[in-house]
Each structure stands twice: as C-alpha cells, then as structure tokens.
C-alpha cells in the first residue's frame, strides 16, 4: 500500500466486505443454530480466547519464522551458485524440477517417521515448502545478470566470489525478494497445516481441538485469526521489500519518466 | 565453445542424468547413514515396492481419485476464477470491491478450513471440490485480472478505433494477449491443487493418496510410503505437464511472437 492507494480509500472494498459481514449477522440470526453461530458470537469468543490465540499463534508464527530462516540461509546461497556455475546448474536442474512438484505436506508422514511430531518435524516440513520458491527465483535472478555488469567485475580483478557477493547478489535482489515473499507466504500456510496433521499445539492444533468438540463458533474464530495474522506479515514483508528495494523502483521511476 | 556446444546433451539427456545423480545420492545416504534400512530403505527396495503398487487396483482407484479431485477442483476455479477476473476487468468497481475480501482469504491456509468443512459438507465429493477450488481460485482470479489490466494501451486503442465495444475489446483483444501470464496462474494453482487434495485426504479422507501415504506411515510400511512419495511427485510433474499442453494450444502464437521479436 503506497500513500497515493491510501488516499483513494477503496470504499467499494470496505462496503462490500461490511455487507458480507451483516449478511452473515442476519443469516445467522435468523437460522439461530449452534452450527452457523453469528459474527457477534465469534467475536465475543475472540475476545475471551485472546490470550490463548496469542499464545498459540506465536508457537506457530515462531516455527514458521524457523523454517523460513533455515530455507533462506540453505538456498539463496545454493541459488546464487547454482546459477553462476551454467554448466553444473543445467545438470541439477532437472533435479530440482523433479523434487519440486512434491506436495510439502505429503512429506509430512516422512517427517513424521524421522522426528516424531515434535517442532523438529514441523520445521523440516515448512523448510521444505519455503525453500524452492527462494532457490527457483535465486537461480533464475542470478543467471539474468547482465554479462557487461559481470565483465566490469572480472576487469577490476574480483574474484568469482566477489562477483558472486558484489555484483551478482545486488543485481539479483528484485527477483529474489519475489521468492522471499513466496516463501513467506508458503510458510505460514505450511505451518498451520502441519499443525493440523502433527496435532500438538499452535493454532493448527487449536483448530482441531475446535473440530473435535464441535465448536464451530471456535474454529470459526481460530480461522480468522489466522487470515489476519497472515494479512499482516505478508503486508510486512512487503513493505521490507519496497524499502530494500527503493533504489530498485526508484531507477524504474527514473526511466520510465524518460520515455513518456 | 561452439564444439563443446555440440557436445552437451539434449534436455532430456540431462534430466536422465539428473534422475540417476538423485537415485545416486539416495542410496549413497542409505549406506552411509547407518539407518536400518527399515526406515530408510534402498533404490531397489523402493522401486519393488513400486512396482507392486502399480500392479494393485487398489493403489489405482486411489490415485485415480486423488487427481480427479485435484482436476475437478482445478477446472471449477479456473472458470469461476477467470470468470470474475473478466467482470473486475470490465467494472473497475467490482475489482476494488472484491479486493479486500481476496487479500484476507488468500493467506488463508486451505488445511485450516477442512475441519469446518466436514461440518458444512460431510465428507464426500462436495468437500473434497470446495477445498481444492478455494484453494486454488484466489491465485488464478489475482492473476488473471493483474494480466487483464496490463494490456496493451495500443491494441485497445486500435481495436476502439475500429469500432469494438467494450465487451468485445475485453474478449477479443484484451483476454487473448493476457492469456500466457493467466496460464503462469493456473500453472501455480495446478501445484496448489495437488497439495490441497493430498492435505484434505489426510485430514478427512478414508481414501486417495493422501490416505494411503499417512496409512502407510501410520502401519509403518515405510517401503510403501516412499514408493507412494515419488508417485505423489510424478503426479505433480504430470499435472504441470498437461496444464504446458493446454497452454500450447491456447496461448502459442504468443511464443512464436516472443521468439521473432527476440530474434
């Protein structure tokens, strides 16, 4: 959300969203069930569970925030080398194409067998589903490196891992920070999702408690908490990327301002 | 440089040699890991389990029905998706109205929504479809539409100047040159697809491949579950193929364009 967005405040969204909600309201009203409860009912227990959301909501943001972490220090590096390297990176390739369409929670199971149902076997789950979306776009970035930018390297003499550090990384940014909030985003969804399978606690957990005691309005509360929560952190990440890449959208500014 | 040119390998000359890098690399860490093979079991033994799988009604009548779902759900967000996509592209209203509402579900993860569902849906076909295509329809819509809005200015210009109205310039002009990025959408959703079926058959299902791999886990038939893996992955590979086909015949032209401009 840039400031221009912010001052032409987008009613039709805000109007629309407040009808769907009333129309919920009403609905639930009028049936008056315990298995469609009201948006009053669901906030109230919002409320009353707050601290136990909390709680369990950072359990799962902090293993999601793991695995994201460990997906990130493990592939942007492999990502940058795999696409520097050409003609290493056209035999591995086809690796990575062939382990990349594996669903994340089908190794779930796999997890599972090697780490119980620990944090351990959730991390290793998220790791994998935040890890392809960082290396693909990592490779792809570092190999559109512009050949001039490289040869202005070589030429003052760094060496391949300068280039790697100083010219590549950099030029590479825009793209990477793409697969950065990919991998974010599959992180989180991964990471609630684990918890649903590997039932221990965090909010996935807390969803299938809800489930089981048949608790609609809960897991009703649990589900939006965790849409909001996710709303936030994927509006935070892109604000990191704007500021990491101001440079980046200020040159695109700068010519696309030269050709109009 | 142009000899050695020559001599590299066609592309599926690579993957052959990838695959058998990967197969390597496997058993490699079995032998050297020291894990009993129970757990971890070897090349062989995992292709013989395979093998017997392939030759199991059983094993086809879940996996059939694994990517039915995943094909079924797929196909109702890709209409429903585009669809909308074609209506906040025409009305620049209904986009701004649906905004909101698409950026909170979105982030939403479509395994947290199976428990409500079975409530909602019961746990047959109605499940399974509604999972998969809320899953999928969020990526397809937002990319459809980023594609529609992108358009050329020139093309609708010309197209205005011949006289098309609105409608027609959308579907006409509009639609076919957005159609290779709105293909980049449902290529993502296909992979999401997949996921989101394999989740909810473990979560509520009694049958697909999704039961199956948590079934062999739980009864610790770990050969079995390996074997169950690599099909979970071939279907993937399968899916995006056939999502490449459609892409081929839909949006070709703009490949052979992108290819003469490059040239």
Request: net charge positive; proline share 5%.
């Amino acid at each position: 959300m840039d400031r221009a967005s912010l001052k032409a405040f987008n009613w039709p969204g805000v109007i629309f969203m407040a009808a769907l909600l009333l129309a919920w309201e009403l609905a639930a009203r009028a049936m008056n069930t315990p298995s469609f409860p009201s948006l009053v009912t669901v906030l109230q227990l919002l409320a009353g569970d707050g601290r136990i959301l909390a709680a369990q909501m950072t359990i799962t943001l902090g293993r999601a925030a793991a695995g994201f972490a460990l997906a990130l220090a493990a592939m942007l590096p492999l990502g940058v080398f795999i696409g520097r390297t050409h003609r290493l990176g056209r035999y591995i390739e086809p690796a990575i194409d062939l382990l990349r369409p594996l669903p994340p929670l089908a190794i779930v199971p796999v997890a599972m067998l090697f780490a119980g149902t620990g944090s351990a076997a959730k991390i290793s789950v998220i790791f994998y589903s935040a890890a392809f979306p960082i290396l693909l776009n990592a490779i792809d970035a570092t190999r559109a490196t512009h050949p001039l930018l490289l040869d202005v390297g070589r030429s003052i003499g760094l060496s391949r891992a300068a280039i790697m550090r100083r010219i590549d990384l950099p030029a590479a940014l825009p793209q990477i920070m793409s697969g950065v909030r990919l991998g974010v985003a599959a992180a989180l969804l991964v990471s609630v999702s684990a918890e649903m399978l590997l039932s221990t606690d965090g909010m996935g957990n807390y969803l299938m408690r809800a489930q089981e005691e048949f608790q609609i309005a809960r897991g009703l509360a649990g589900i939006l908490t965790i849409a909001l929560v996710s709303l936030a952190v994927n509006a935070i990440v892109s604000r990191i990327e704007q500021r990491l890449l101001a440079w980046h959208h200020a040159r695109h500014a700068v010519v696309r301002g030269a050709l109009e | 440089m142009a000899m050695l040119r020559r001599l590299e390998m066609p592309g599926w000359g690579r993957a052959l040699v990838s695959l058998a890098g990967l197969l390597l690399v496997w058993q490699a860490v079995v032998l050297a890991s020291g894990i009993p093979a129970e757990y971890l079991p070897g090349v062989p033994t995992i292709f013989h389990a395979l093998r017997a799988e392939l030759g199991d009604g059983e094993f086809w009548r879940g996996e059939g029905l694994t990517m039915a779902r995943a094909g079924g759900g797929l196909l109702l967000a890709i209409i429903t998706g585009i669809g909308t996509a074609l209506l906040s592209a025409r009305h620049r209203m209904i986009e701004r109205a649906l905004s909101p509402l698409v950026q909170l579900l979105i982030s939403l993860p479509p395994a947290a929504l199976v428990p409500l569902s079975i409530f909602a849906f019961g746990l047959g076909v109605a499940l399974f479809a509604f999972i998969i295509w809320f899953a999928c329809v969020w990526t397809i819509y937002l990319s459809a539409v980023n594609a529609l809005k992108a358009g050329e200015p020139i093309q609708v210009q010309v197209a205005r100047t011949f006289g098309y109205g609105g409608w027609a310039i959308l579907l006409r002009v509009r639609l076919p040159a957005a159609l290779p990025e709105i293909f980049t959408g449902i290529r993502i959703a296909a992979a999401i697809s997949l996921m989101a079926a394999v989740a909810a058959e473990m979560l509520a299902g009694r049958d697909g491949l999704g039961f199956m791999l948590y079934d062999a886990a739980f009864s610790l038939r770990i050969p079995e579950m390996f074997a169950l893996l690599a099909v979970a992955g071939l279907d993937g590979v399968l899916l995006n193929a056939a999502i490449l086909r459609l892409r081929r015949a839909a949006a070709g032209w703009h490949d052979g364009i992108a290819l003469m401009a490059r040239a």
